[in-house]
């Protein structure tokens, strides 16, 4: 069984920064991409970043690229999301997920964690 545990949520205050991590169970880490992805209350959830196994396949929605940087660390299996500049409009439930590519950009990753909280004050 396959479980992906997200951590570093909390509140922050609009123009802060966080760091998101994502943590995987599995023995062997291998999903060929992981992507974040975040859903605010009577929003769908939306894909924000993924990235590939090696990292030089990485992709950003509009309303975070330049703000956001997402990577990766197989050795330690772990998944990062680094939010700079935070809006109000980034408040959200952040998901990580994990699987085929193709699955993952299109929002439908084979796993998904269980989600982390960020809040932003104005």
């Known amino acids: 069984q396959v479980e992906l545990v997200e951590s570093g949520g909390g509140p922050v205050q609009a123009g802060g920064s966080l760091r998101l991590s994502c943590a995987s169970t599995s023995p062997s880490f291998y999903f060929d991409a992981m992507g974040w992805f975040r859903q605010a209350p009577g929003k769908e959830r939306e894909l924000v970043a993924a990235?590939?196994?090696?990292?030089?396949?990485?992709r950003y929605s509009d309303s975070v690229k330049a703000r956001f940087i997402v990577t990766r660390d197989n050795a330690k299996k772990q998944t990062y999301l680094e939010m700079s500049e935070i809006e109000p409009e980034d408040a959200a439930v952040y998901y990580c997920?994990?699987?085929?590519?193709?699955?993952?950009?299109?929002?439908?990753?084979?796993?998904w964690g269980q989600g982390t909280q960020v809040a932003v004050s104005a």
């Open positions: 990235i590939n196994w090696k990292s030089d396949l990485i």
């Open positions: 997920g994990g699987g085929t590519w193709g699955r993952v950009v299109s929002g439908t990753p084979n796993y």
